[in-house]
T-cell receptor, first 114, second 114 residues
Framework: AQTIHQWPVAEIKAVGSPLSLGCTIK??????LYWYWQATGGTLQQLFY??????VESVVQLNLSASRPKDDQFILSTEKLLLSHSGFYLC?????????????FGPGTRLLVL | QQQVRQSPQSLTVWEGETAILNCSYE??????FPWYQQFPGEGPALLIS?????DKKEDGRFTIFFNKREKKLSLHITDSQPGDSATYFC?????????????FGAGTQLIVIP
């Protein structure tokens, strides 16, 4: 069975500080990976997607960047946090062929920027 | 332009009643419609999905009704239980596209009163 792990569970950071959020998928080779952002009480906004190691496409940047250093790992980062970055960050995966739009979400990372 | 719209924003029903959550979409190329259930502080979980070749999909107490001509669908939750209290997101995608990007609605918050 596939498992998806996100770290950290929650972060409180200062405006202007750097950020790095991680996501790991186990039990599935070559998955498509996605980063989403969700404001409190809001909808899910896709930020980035990756279909293979080293390749990341931006959907909405929000002054963030993403990287895929390994087949099972997806990283979201920024060098300088903004207040508007607060929210819930979700990593998701889908099969690399066929039902690519059937996406499965991780538990999320709660970020508060002060 | 919002591609997927949901109504109502919030819905309260008594235990045992049927909850009806509505969804409509703009893009006629959309052909896959998953519904996600999200509890506070957790990532969304895939609940049930339907493709545009069907007009009904049933899974236990959850049923999707789909009207392609009107570009509308609805999620019916029969015999609602307090444990069904959550936010429900309707999503849509075009399975003919390269990646199958999911477009999410704003969500419906369901409250089931015992």
């Amino acid at each position: 069975a596939q498992t998806i792990h996100q770290w950290p569970v929650a972060e409180i950071k200062a405006v202007g500080s750097p950020l790095s959020l991680g996501c790991t998928i186990k039990g599935k080779s070559s998955p498509n990976l996605y980063w989403y952002w969700q404001a409190t009480g809001g909808t899910l906004q896709q930020l980035f997607y990756s279909i293979t190691v080293g390749q990341v496409e931006s959907v909405v940047q929000l002054n963030l960047s993403a990287s895929r250093p390994k087949d099972d790992q997806f990283i979201l980062s920024t060098e300088k946090l903004l207040l508007s970055h607060s929210g819930f960050y979700l990593c998701a995966w889908s099969p690399d062929w066929g039902a690519q739009d059937t996406q499965y979400f991780g538990p999320g990372t709660r970020l508060l920027v002060l | 332009q919002q591609q997927v719209r949901q109504s109502p924003q919030s819905l309260t029903v008594w235990e045992g009643e049927t909850a009806i959550l509505n969804c409509s979409y703009e893009d006629s190329t959309f052909n896959y419609f998953p519904w996600y259930q999200q509890f506070p502080g957790e990532g969304p979980a895939l609940l049930i999905s339907i493709s545009s070749v069907s007009d009904k999909k049933e899974d236990g107490r959850f049923t999707i009704f789909f009207n392609k001509r009107e570009k509308k669908l609805s999620l019916h939750i029969t015999d609602s239980q307090p444990g069904d209290s959550a936010t429900y997101f309707c999503a849509a995608s075009d399975r003919g596209s390269a990646l199958g990007r999911l477009h999410f609605g704003a969500g419906t918050q369901l409250i089931v009163i015992p």
